[in-house]
């Protein structure tokens, strides 16, 4: 009986180590990726509109594209976590105010921070989404919008990442953007703004980070959905079936009824050729 107990307890004794070096092998990957630099990337220029419909359309952008859901409303930055295990996470102040980058950014800069996921000193940013595929026309109108927000000061801690969350990227979750992008990639074309499925193609994009890759889930969620119904459900958040949508999905109450008209009928065009 003893001996049993003995084995027993080098067995388990082994596997506790085995479990910590894995743990530590993952750590160091995953650290490897979140502290990954990309100081050589050719970032492209882009024109910077200053009509104030660029501008408005900037600042819907802003919200539809998620950045005020980070960023916060005043897009002066927040904490987006702050526990032991996950760890201290502020998104950046992005205005002109003081521990903000507006100031200090230059044009290239904000391209090289939104589409290519890379800071100006080369660093990757860490958990923010891939926006590689914004139209050179959507990020210059977001970038000449952000350029003029009203200044706010804050006071943001440094980031530290807890224990678990450098495991995530060695495990394919969390990989940060700037690795998912082709940097060398042509650019996006300039997509027309309207109610095609053209259009709701490039919009879907926003639907990934939560939906998935493959929009054919959606597609499959809305195939008996009326075109009306898609947009209420959207607008007022209420689906055809009297429930609430996800309030996860709060930011996209402020799509038009051409955008959401664009992605109801791409949504539509899948459902049509899977038949
Ligand atoms: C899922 C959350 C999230 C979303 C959505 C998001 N961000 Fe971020 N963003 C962050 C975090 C967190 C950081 C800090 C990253 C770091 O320091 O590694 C950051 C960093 C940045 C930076 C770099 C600032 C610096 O400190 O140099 C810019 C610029 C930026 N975001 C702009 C945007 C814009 C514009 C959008 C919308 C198109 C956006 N972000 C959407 C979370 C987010
Ligand atoms: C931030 C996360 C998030 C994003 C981004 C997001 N969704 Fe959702 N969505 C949810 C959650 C959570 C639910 C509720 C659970 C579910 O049905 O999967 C939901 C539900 C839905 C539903 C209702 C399905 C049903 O019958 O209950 C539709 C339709 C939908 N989403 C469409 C979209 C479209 C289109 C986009 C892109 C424009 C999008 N979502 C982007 C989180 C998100």
Wanted: glycine residues 10%.
């Amino acid at each position: 009986m003893k001996k049993i107990v003995k084995w027993a307890s080098i067995v388990i004794g082994g596997l506790i180590v085995l479990a910590f070096l894995a743990g530590m092998a993952l750590y160091s990957i995953g650290m490897k990726k979140l502290t990954q630099t990309y100081p050589n990337i050719q970032v492209e220029a882009i024109k910077l509109p200053t009509n104030p419909d660029a501008i408005a359309n900037g600042r819907h952008i802003a919200v539809v594209w998620e950045c005020t859901k980070c960023h916060g409303e005043d897009l002066s930055g927040k904490l987006i976590t702050d526990d032991p295990i996950l760890g201290t996470i502020p998104s950046s102040n992005l205005t002109a105010g003081e521990g903000g980058i507006a100031g200090i950014y230059t044009d290239i800069d904000w391209v090289g921070a939104i589409r290519h996921g890379v800071k100006p000193d080369g660093r990757v940013e860490v958990i923010m989404y891939n926006y590689s595929t914004m139209s050179d026309q959507d990020l210059g109108d977001l970038i000449a919008y952000l350029k003029q927000v009203p200044p706010v000061d804050s006071n943001h801690p440094a980031m530290s990442l807890g224990p678990i969350l450098p495991i995530a990227p060695a495990l394919g979750l969390l990989t940060p953007a700037a690795e998912l992008i082709d940097h060398d990639a042509p650019r996006p074309v300039d997509t027309v703004q309207g109610a095609t499925i053209e259009y709701g193609k490039y919009l879907s994009v926003l639907c990934t980070e939560c939906h998935g890759n493959q929009p054919t889930g959606l597609a499959t969620k809305v195939a008996n959905w009326k075109q009306e119904e898609f947009i209420r459900a959207f607008q007022t958040g209420v689906l055809p079936n009297g429930k609430q949508l996800s309030p996860a999905m709060k930011n996209f109450g402020e799509m038009n009824d051409a955008e959401l008209t664009a992605l109801w009928l791409y949504l539509q065009s899948l459902q049509a050729k899977s038949q």
